[in-house]
């Protein structure tokens, strides 16, 4: 899978969850608001162009099975507040919304195939959003399309982390080894984990690859080409179509 190594993802894994980047690479993805569905197209075809497609499919799920989504059946959570049905059909029927846990279920359900939803904060508080999502009428099983929930910034704090991207972790051996980057290693020690009081909400998570505030941002044009030698996605062959409708 041809790419670039997402160096603000790596500072974040490598302060909060640095064994993952033994094996797996964070691989940078644009950040015009499609992000999720711009990460699930690197991971399926190789490449982000067809991020409209899988949003106007995904569209369509949320439009033509209602109740699955009008009664929050998929993410039956008690910690998770999900937006309501017309809210989040309007969000990702338009390109360069925000998405959230809802759509990228629906989304597992367009690919047929589970995502793993990876978020780097892993305690009690956060655990909903480190899951394995399984669309509708979807088995459990393995998957190799992993999405990380990231931040266009690295946080000056990193117990305040607060994701506004999304990008493709990559599964690739002896990861730790590609694009080595030496600055990068000592910039973050990994910090003392502290209990989030449990309460039902909702992170505050945007595609648009944003931050709300203007941290510290650290440069991404270090970031050196890679070719991982394992394919994207699995085996099976995605027609593309005709036509798919341009970004406004």
């Given at each position: 899978?041809?790419?670039?190594?997402?160096?603000?993802?790596?500072?974040?894994?490598?302060?909060?969850?640095?064994?993952?980047?033994?094996?797996?690479?964070?691989?940078?993805?644009?950040?015009?608001?499609?992000?999720?569905?711009?990460?699930?197209?690197?991971?399926?075809?190789?490449?982000?162009?067809?991020?409209?497609l899988l949003r106007l499919l995904t569209s369509l799920e949320i439009a033509c099975f209602l109740p699955d989504y009008e009664n929050l059946l998929a993410l039956a959570d008690s910690q998770i507040s999900v937006p309501d049905y017309t809210e989040c059909l309007q969000t990702v029927c338009e390109?360069?919304?925000?998405?959230?846990?809802?759509?990228?279920?629906?989304?597992?359900?367009?690919?047929?195939?589970?995502?793993?939803?990876?978020?780097?904060?892993?305690?009690?508080?956060?655990?909903?959003?480190?899951?394995?999502?399984?669309?509708?009428?979807?088995?459990?099983?393995a998957t190799n399309i992993k999405l990380l929930w990231s931040s266009a910034s690295v946080p000056q704090d990193m117990q305040t982390f607060s994701p506004n991207h999304f990008v493709l972790l990559h599964s690739i051996d002896n990861a730790s080894q590609i694009q080595p980057i030496p600055s990068m290693l000592n910039t973050c020690s990994a910090p003392t984990h502290k209990h989030t009081a449990n309460a039902k909400r909702r992170p505050p998570i945007s595609s648009r690859g944003r931050p709300k505030k203007k941290p510290h941002r650290t440069s991404t044009t270090d970031a050196v080409e890679?070719?991982?030698?394992?394919?994207?996605?699995?085996?099976?062959?995605?027609?593309?179509?005709?036509?798919?409708?341009?970004?406004?």
């Open positions: 899978m041809p790419g670039s190594r997402d160096v603000t993802s790596t500072i974040i894994l490598n302060s909060l969850q640095p064994a993952l980047l033994q094996d797996h690479v964070p691989i940078s993805i644009s950040g015009d608001g499609n992000c999720m569905f711009r990460a699930l197209s690197k991971a399926l075809y190789g490449t982000e162009n067809m991020h409209t390109l360069g919304s925000a998405t959230e846990l809802i759509h990228l279920y629906a989304a597992s359900t367009v690919i047929g195939k589970p995502i793993q939803s990876v978020f780097p904060l892993r305690n009690s508080h956060f655990s909903p959003w480190d899951r394995l999502v399984v669309g509708r009428n979807l088995t459990h099983q890679i070719a991982a030698t394992e394919p994207a996605g699995d085996n099976t062959t995605h027609e593309e179509p005709e036509a798919v409708a341009e970004e406004q």
